[in-house]
């Protein structure tokens, strides 16, 4: 390890005494938790917590990222592949919980009640396709990116350039959502402006994931994740314990819907909460096409599936799969609970008699966010912003008493709101403002990675430069880092669309692209060149055809008229088309053309065993 | 290489491939195509079709995984492939 220059982060010191580290910092924030209620019991500004809360943590990670700085190749791209199974699920977990886990999820079952589970079942299902179809195979490959496997597997550039492009397409898409949401809680909890506020969050990414690559990112991830799951549990927790007594959020989930379709039928709202297939467009067919998108589009997306290259070996990538979705799981079995609660505190505070007058002094959290961001809060139909504005929208709609349907609240606001909706003190706030960006950031990183290796191993060093001295190939992945994430920074700056459908998006082009070519690479031997390039061709074609058809239409033009949905599918499960058609034509060119190679079947005999060497080795210094 | 002893290991393993596969379309999908029927009981408070698309199907795929990691590394040692 001659070319490591920090020996704290990644030698062996450091991975024998991960549990230990990881130990006292866990107990070191949760003393500052405390620290922060003291200070907010003193009398201590809210802005101040605020900005406490997402400093301290932001100067965390990017201490790690600093002592993590690597120039060695190994431990830039794959973090030297020493990572224990139970450390890279727990990075994986904050990989992949990014702000529309953290921020969209719960606020979407709130408002869609149990139509929005096909974005729970479908956000963990994946995990099992990851690890019997893909994962291990790809770590037996070692490969650096998910473009390599793709050349080595299909004989040559065309297919990894194809793989970059679908790669760039759904991280791009994905990491924007990300920057919108560091923006959304830089504005609303530092009181500045949305626009500046997205770039602010673009500095706390970069100081991660620049200098040490890989290696920072797993470390900080892991970090994160910590941050993320305390400032997730806690408020349900709390809610759950004054509400029912028992601090058991996810069992007494059960107490929270029995109340709630209650006071629905009390206050004559005839949809319920648990009636399945009736909200937002969700029918059943819709329902069960998104959770197939969503469980593909897992097994398909390259942040996700890098992180096994990361492991010692094959058998310690299958036992991290299961880590990674335990340590989701505890997030995601959470988020219903999250939704159910929330909800019957708004059902509540309904129940109590509210008025257009009396609601801005029952419920004032309302009217702060309606000022962050104009979209957010809307009663009778208006933005909600003082009492004034709302009791002069009700009177024009002649509303008197305020029903659970006047009172419109945006997905992505409800998680961030919900301390201050239940009456928690401030510190719960600023904790989940820090929660929130710490799974927009440990994303984000993982996708500009993605990306910017993408862009410098497989175009720059693969394609352009074969020559290329490791210091140049590290710079330029430094350089596209950047440049990647002030132009995804900018798309954000622009509110394209809300983070969930963004994410959703990226799943569905990942799958529509991807997925077929990964997996019939490893399990179908027939499987040839050309079949590849033309199913990855036709199945992200596709995809991307509807998705942008459908959302833009022809003249990019959100506001004219677009082409028709395709028998009624959103264009967030796209891939429910792009998907068969990449298959059928993988399948039917394969066969039209010549069959692979001797060299390429004993190629692929060997991925298939975990023993024996790692097929690509790479030139590290 | 195709010896015959690398043909049985990797049926094994297309088994328990095919195997986990099955119960992840089980669990994924047709047990929520029948939350209807299922909702019709409820147990604490919870709808059980609700229940299984809220937390049940969940705990099925992590229990899944760590069973199915377990399982391919007997299967890898059985036949002499798991790494030294």
Known sequence: MANTTATTAGGGDFTSNLGRIYGIYTGGFIAFIILMAILSALGVENVVIGYLFMGFTIVIYAVIGVLSRTMHVGEYYVAGRRVPALYNGMATGADWMSAASFIGMAGSLYLLGYDGLGFVLGWTGGYVLVAILVAPYLRKFGAYTVPDFLSARYGGNLARLIGVVVLFSCSFTYVVAQIFGTGLISARFLGIDFNVAVYVGLAGILVCSMLGGMRAVTWTQVAQYIVLIIAYLIPVIWMSTVKTGVPIPQLMQGQALANITALETAQGITLHHITPFAHGGYDAKNYFLLILCLMVGTASLPHVLMRYFTTPSVREARVSVAWSLLFIFILYFTAPAYAAFAKWTMLDLVASGLTPENIGEKAGWMMRWAAADNTLVQICGKTATDTAAIVAACAEKGVTALSFADINLNADMIVLATPEMAGMPYVISGLVAAGGLAAALSTADGLLLAIANALSHDIYYKMIDQNAPTSRRLIVSRILLVLVAVLAAYVASTKPSDILSMVSWAFSLAAGGLFPALVLGVWWKRANSAGAVAGMIAGFGITIFYLVMTQYGADFDKATPNMELWWGVKNISSAAFGLPVGFAVMIIVSLLTKAPSRDMQDFIEEIRVPRGKQMMEEKTA | ?84
């Open chain 2, 1 to 84: 290489m195709a010896t015959p002893d690398r043909v049985s290991y990797w049926n094994k393993t297309k088994r328990l491939m095919f195997v986990m596969l099955g119960l992840w379309v089980f669990f994924g999908y047709v047990i929520h195509m029948f939350v209807e029927q299922l909702n019709t009981i409820v147990i604490f408070g919870f709808p059980l079709g609700f229940y299984m698309a809220a937390q049940g199907s969940l705990i099925a795929f992590v229990v899944m995984l760590f069973w199915f990691a377990r399982r391919q590394n007997a299967i890898d040692e059985e036949h002499h492939v798991n790494e030294e």
